[in-house]
């Protein structure tokens, strides 16, 4: 796979310095974008001293990145490394800071892009996000660490409201207002055809609308688009400094067309799941980077009635019949998933699952979904929700089998 990379920065119509910073290095396959705060030339300081610092830190090791393999421990490594160099940019940053009262306070924000093989490992302090377009849809993979985001988040209040605060852009993270700070990391599979952009707010300010900004980002001179993207952010206001990067992931051969359908079909399957609906694209990633691929063969039982599971399971490719005391109830094809009881408990299952084809699973395992749960409090809240509402419509749909079998009708919420 190869990587097609340009960068752009422009001071914008209002300020009178730049304060962004940005780095653009193939070889290592690092892309970073810093804005910086902090007034009378500060920021500039801060942006410059942290992008310099993570370029540094991780060149000195880019021997690992080298010899990257795609392992769970060299995935591991590498995501270590790109953590580690932010928060040593932090602590860079808030050095020089403490060494020099005019610049007490300053920092940056921080999105950066490490590409190791073809997996992607996004860093994000702040509020500099990452972008990426696939087949005509465009995703927001990195975080926003402002009080509008987390207030939404956090259901303090309706997007609208926090929209209108005057500390919508207040950041509650950044990288040298203290000497450590933890960035968000997010490791997903790059696949030819993927556009993605690393931008400062100066810039997708004035690109909210998401149909249009993925159709800027798909035309096919990528070179052109850091300009075009540029000088729409001035026409609309230029109130900031505007940095963009833009990248482009080509490849051929059929390897590289089978991967890529495998990993399409697989972020297809978990994102159609009822119960993983409301997630964003990066916290869908996040569950399909602990999901295992399996093979089963035509007429083999995946799940046995009055046995225990630890598994959910999502079919990719295939069919299973479900059956209850030797009765098939149901049949199951592309698309469906069966066995999520067992992310909660170890009570034995109430159906037996046989594949009627040659299938192949994806299955999520209950260890590392509590894992997931404990260190994703978002989407901990939007799974268990979704998981209420699922188990709500069960009963009510048991209630009703009974009422009908009895003739019985049950009491309404409120009638009694």
Not at 23 to 32: I, N, S, V
Not at 298 to 319: D, T
Request: hydrophobic share 40%; glycine share 10%; charged share 25%.
């Amino acid at each position: 796979m190869q990587i097609q990379a340009f960068g752009q920065s422009d001071v914008g119509r209002v300020r009178s310095h730049n304060e962004d910073s940005f780095r653009m290095d193939a070889e290592l396959g690092l892309y970073l974008v810093c804005d910086g705060m902090g007034g009378h030339a500060a920021g500039e300081v801060a942006s410059d001293t942290a992008a310099s610092e993570m370029v540094r830190f991780i060149g000195a090791q880019r021997e690992l990145v080298r010899k990257f393999d795609g392992s769970p421990e060299a995935t591991q490594a590498v995501a270590n490394l790109v953590s580690q160099a932010v928060m040593n940019a932090s602590k860079a940053v808030f050095d020089v800071a403490s060494g020099d009262r005019g610049k007490h306070g300053m920092g940056t924000t921080c999105v950066l892009l490490l590409i190791a093989g073809d997996k992607g490992f996004l860093a994000n302090v702040g509020d500099s996000r990452l972008y990426l377009s696939r087949d005509q849809q465009l995703y927001q993979l990195s975080t926003d660490h402002n009080f509008l985001s987390e207030a939404v988040a956090q259901g303090m209040l309706t997007p609208e409201q926090a929209a209108d605060s005057p500390h919508a852009h207040v950041l509650t993270r950044a990288v040298g207002t203290q000497a450590s700070v933890c960035p968000d990391l997010l490791v997903f599979d790059i696949l030819p055809g993927d556009t993605l952009m690393l931008c400062s707010d100066g810039l997708y300010e004035y690109t909210k609308d998401a149909e249009e900004l993925c159709s800027m980002l798909c035309v096919p001179s990528l070179k052109d688009i850091p300009g075009h993207l540029i000088r729409k952010a001035i026409e609309g206001g230029g109130h900031d400094n505007i940095t963009v990067i833009v990248l482009r992931a080509t490849g051929q051969g059929a390897q590289a067309r089978t991967r890529r359908d495998s990993i399409v079909r697989g972020l297809d399957a978990v994102r159609d799941i009822e119960l993983f609906r409301e997630l964003s694209m990066a916290e869908v990633v996040k569950v399909y980077g602990i999901l295992t691929t399996v093979n089963i063969k035509s007429g083999k039982a995946i799940i046995r009635e009055g046995e225990a599971s630890n598994y959910l399971f999502v079919i990719v490719e295939g069919s299973v019949s479900v059956e209850r005391e030797g009765t098939k109830i149901a049949s199951l094809g592309e698309g469906s998933h069966f066995g999520e009881m067992a992310l909660l408990n170890q009570k034995p299952r109430s159906a037996t699952v046989i594949a009627e084809t040659d299938c192949v699973l994806l299955q999520l395992g209950r260890e590392d979904f509590h894992d997931l749960m404990a260190h994703e409090p978002a989407v901990a809240t939007k799974f268990l929700w979704k998981f209420a509402q699922t188990l709500s419509l069960r009963l009510d749909d048991a209630y009703l089998a009974r009422d009908q079998r009895s003739g019985r009708r049950t009491i309404g919420l409120g009638e009694l």
